[in-house]
T-cell receptor
Framework: NAGVTQTPKFQVLKTGQSMTLQCAQDMNHNSMYWYRQDPGMGLRLIYYSASEGTTDKGEVPNGYNVSRLNKREFSLRLESAAPSQTSVYFC????????????FGPGTRLLVL | GENVEQHPSTLSVQEGDSAVIKCTYS??????FPWYKQELGKGPQLIIDIRSNVGEKKDQRIAVTLNKTAKHFSLHITETQPEDSAVYFC???????????FGSGTQLTVLP
């Protein structure tokens, strides 16, 4: 099993450009999450999906959209990137509805110029 | 919502010494407290967790203690080794929630 995979690993964008971060898990987990990690601020929840077809806002959803494409895949979209969205983005999944062990992907490092 | 504070932000210890990282939380409904370890360039990985019906849990060199009255919990690492060097995050979650609130992280450096 690959666990949780994320693409791309690294991306540079110009202000105003759009992009989609991809996440997939092969553990048949129900819940999936998107976090951003900034220095000194830990991990902050952007959006989560408790099950296929449902999504909910987390702590910092502004400027982002998500799609739970199917049980395996959960994508994060930046429609118009801003320098404040420079961060490392992590996807995670949980087998049930939580709180349980979250399994994290390797992260996507995003730089917005 | 829940607020988790973590201290210290950086910690250096000599190899073989013990390390302690402390967290406090604000929501008395929280009843699940995991600790994650993040190595450089990788995603966080669960190392130990505790639920509010127990006060202490051990796994080899790692232990977590919980004081629900004071709303704080701590990670204890004994006989530290260079491979323990990493960023450690605490987190808290109310049982009914599907979310974790993370602390700001502690960079632990074990000096040989």
């Amino acid at each position: 099993n690959a666990g949780v995979t994320q693409t791309p690993k690294f991306q540079v964008l110009k202000t105003g450009q759009s992009m989609t971060l991809q996440c997939a898990q092969d553990m048949n987990h129900n819940s999936m999450y998107w976090y951003r990690q900034d220095p000194g601020m830990g991990l902050r929840l952007i959006y989560y999906s408790a099950s296929e077809g449902t999504t909910d806002k987390g702590e910092v959803p502004n400027g982002y959209n998500v799609s739970r494409l199917n049980k395996r895949e959960f994508s994060l979209r930046l429609e118009s990137a801003a320098p404040s969205q420079t961060s490392v983005y992590f996807c995670a999944s949980v087998q049930g509805a939580g709180p349980e062990t979250q399994y994290f992907g390797p992260g996507t490092r995003l730089l917005v110029l | 919502g829940e607020n988790v504070e973590q201290h210290p932000s950086t910690l250096s210890v000599q190899e073989g010494d013990s390390a302690v990282i402390k967290c406090t939380y604000s929501d008395s409904a929280s009843n699940y407290f995991p600790w994650y370890k993040q190595e450089l360039g990788k995603g966080p990985q669960l190392i130990i967790d505790i639920r509010s019906n127990v006060g202490e849990k051990k796994d080899q060199r790692i232990a977590v203690t919980l004081n629900k009255t004071a709303k704080h919990f701590s990670l204890h690492i004994t006989e530290t080794q260079p491979e323990d060097s990493a960023v450690y995050f605490c987190a808290a979650s109310p049982g009914s929630a599907r979310q974790l609130t993370f602390g700001s992280g502690t960079q632990l450096t074990v000096l040989p």
